[in-house]
């Protein structure tokens, strides 16, 4: 009776589906070790949902799945969500359809998000330190999407953009030898004037100097 059991459930483990895969940096095709992996069945397929971190060669398993359609996301910090299939960062996954005994092996590929990198000068060139800087969304009202501070010669990067285009802006800050107002790439006050930086996928928009004002802040 024993035996017989063993058979049968080595049976229905030979019936089950499996599903590998590896994931791997868009640019360079490096290992993401620790990415976080789902998996989701389509709407109106039997299937478990469950998660599973890759190992530290990228790859990540998901076994004794019955037949279905199944929807394969990955994600880890720093870099922008992936689906399987995916036609570009914006589109819809492609899913994944298995009969009781298959096993299929996939490739996800994880992009950058874009970023923005410059400098923030006063009226002589001289970096200004700690100085804080935002990208706003090029829409009328503009509001801030992100922002980040100088270092101590003035150099920032704005990270974890989408792809887009967006505008640059100081913020207003009083030192002990003066203020500086808020001010947007192109040296302007006016939104409607201010200079547009257009951002790629997986990479970073450099050379965004950035000059403000001088001028008295008030509360």
Known sequence: MRKWLVFLLAGGALQAAIIKGSVVENQTGKALARTLVSIQPVPGSAG????????????FEFVDLPAGAYLIHAARRGFIAAQFGQKNWRAAGQPVVLDKDQSTFLSIRLPRFSSISGIIVDENDVGLPE?????????RPPHVIAKAQADDRGMYR????????????????????GGYLPTFYRETARVDEAGMVDTLLDQDTGNVKVRPFPGRLFN
């Open 158 to 177: 704005i990270s974890g953009l989408d792809p887009g285009t967006y505008l640059v802006r100081t913020v207003g800050r009083a030192y002990e030898e």
């Open 131 to 139: 100085h804080e800087v935002v990208a706003m969304s090029n829409t």
């Open 48 to 59: 478990p949902t469950g998660t599973v971190r890759t190992n530290s060669y990228g790859m």
